[in-house]
């Protein structure tokens, strides 16, 4: 019974301070963005909404499979980066990237290499400015083949395998 006075006294000490927690937690803030969001104000980045539905102008499309890129050193692979994109459209019909995937992808693919024999991805690969020069050379790329509808590309997922 010594032992287990010890063990009770101390359940009961993190149960009550768990019930109390509960019990006077605040009460959660609604700020206004969130407010605006539930009641059908989202606004887009690039100027305003749909009037008539009250959604943003812009629709999201994943590219059908990842990207993959070597990584050359010295004239052999040392490693493979893997990358997944979503173009963020705003004015471009979805069907019309689906026609033009191909180009598309030629294009991407061609502004990875580079950015992988500049150095791109070497060393701390996801520092911000190193994402989002490529970020950027992506955006271009797609506005080149889609048309200036494209608002930007989104890098989902990054992946390096060392080989």
Not at 5 to 23: Q, S
Request: net charge negative.
């Amino acid at each position: 019974m010594a032992k287990l006075l010890p063990v009770l006294i101390v359940l009961f000490g993190v149960l009550g301070g768990f019930g109390a927690g509960m019990l006077l937690r605040p009460a959660p803030e609604s700020t206004d963005a969130a407010e605006a969001f539930e009641d059908g104000e989202a606004i887009s980045a690039w100027g305003g909404m749909d009037g008539a539905t009250g959604r943003a102008e812009t629709e999201i499309i994943r590219m059908s499979d990842h990207f993959a890129v070597p990584v050359l050193e010295g004239g052999s692979v040392r490693a493979l980066m893997v990358v997944n994109l979503s173009l963020e459209l705003a004015g471009v019909e979805g069907e019309l990237v689906a026609a033009r995937e191909p180009r598309l992808r030629d294009r991407f693919l061609q502004v990875m290499f580079d950015h992988a024999n500049a150095g791109g991805f070497a060393g701390v690969f996801t520092a911000n400015d190193a994402l989002t020069t490529l970020r950027t050379a992506l955006t271009e790329a797609a506005r080149e083949v889609l048309g200036p509808g494209v608002a930007e590309v989104l890098i989902t997922d990054i992946y390096r395998r060392d080989v």
